[in-house]
């Protein structure tokens, strides 16, 4: 299957680690000109060498937790070089804890950094989207959409608002040739899970290597998935293939969620 990403321009965030690293580098490889974002600098230069360079690949120094310096940033970006056809919508989540627990701080803060800076992000782009009649939204939210996780209480709350106001923009913006879809990672092998991991294992007052087996075991496919295998589905949701795939919540989870 051709994915016919040639001479498209994408907007990868979240770049340096993880799913946001493995989706810039898998669109990379299909041809398209991808720029970065992540507030690390030296974390930013070095992805952008592994990118295939056959592409003239960018980056863009910015924190999600300062909305005004992310706009600022991206929309002089674009001013000065191009729009962009692809948008990874990619955060790191909410810190673990139960909801009653959470402070109202938490969930503005991810309110924040999940809603307002994805806002931000689609109306930087939406004019060149539509002069080009190609945009592809894509928002790396959590299976904790279609089922909450214990534990993750702020970031069950917001990843389901992630998913309406994605829902909200796919009935809205089809008719422009743009698409807006959400990949719902399973227990993915990074830094963000070694985390969950390490908490689960304190609160079981087991080892974490214990823990990881016993949570592989609810995987029907009993592994973690690989950065990589989200970043394909992404990739291919990204493509002109994909081009009436709009407003889904697509699971990336190896069977793990029990709904359908």
């Known amino acids: 299957m051709n994915l016919n990403l040639n001479n498209k321009y994408a907007l990868v965030c ?11 580098i898998a669109l990379a490889e299909e041809g398209v000109t991808v720029t970065l974002v992540a507030r690390n600098e030296d974390k930013l230069k070095q992805v952008l060498s592994e ?6 690949h960018d980056y863009i120094v910015a924190d999600f937790s300062d909305p005004d310096n992310l706009k600022s940033k991206v ?3 674009i001013a000065a070089n191009h729009g962009f056809h692809i948008l990874i919508n990619n955060t790191g989540g909410p810190k673990s804890g139960d909801l009653f627990s959470a402070s109202t701080e938490e969930f503005t803060n991810a309110f924040t950094m999940h ?16 002069s ?3 945009g592809r939204i894509i928002n790396v939210i959590s299976t904790s959409v279609k089922e909450p996780i214990p534990g993750l209480g702020v970031s069950n709350t917001i990843r ?13 913006l089809a008719q422009f040739g743009i698409t807006a879809n959400n990949v719902l990672p399973g227990f993915t092998d990074t830094a963000r899970l070694d985390q969950i991991i390490k908490t689960k294992a304190e609160c079981g007052n087991t080892s974490e290597e214990n823990m990881a087996e016993i949570m592989k075991g609810y995987v029907p496919a009993k ?12 990739t291919f ?18 069977g793990r969620t029990k709904s359908l």
């Open 75 to 77: 929309t002089s970006y």
């Open 51 to 56: 990118l295939p360079q056959q592409r003239a």
């Open 14 to 24: 979240g770049s340096t680690q993880g799913i946001g690293k493995a989706t810039a």
């Open 160 to 172: 389901n608002a992630v998913a309406n106001w994605s829902k909200t923009l796919a009935t809205e």
């Open 223 to 234: 592994r973690f998935a690989k950065p990589e295998e989200t970043a394909n589905a992404i």
């Open 132 to 134: 080009e009649h190609y």
């Open 237 to 254: 949701l990204a493509s002109d293939a994909a081009g009436y795939i709009n407003g889904i919540n697509l699971p990336v989870d190896g």
């Open 115 to 130: 809603i307002i800076c994805n806002q931000i992000l689609v109306q930087a782009n939406l004019e060149f989207m539509k």
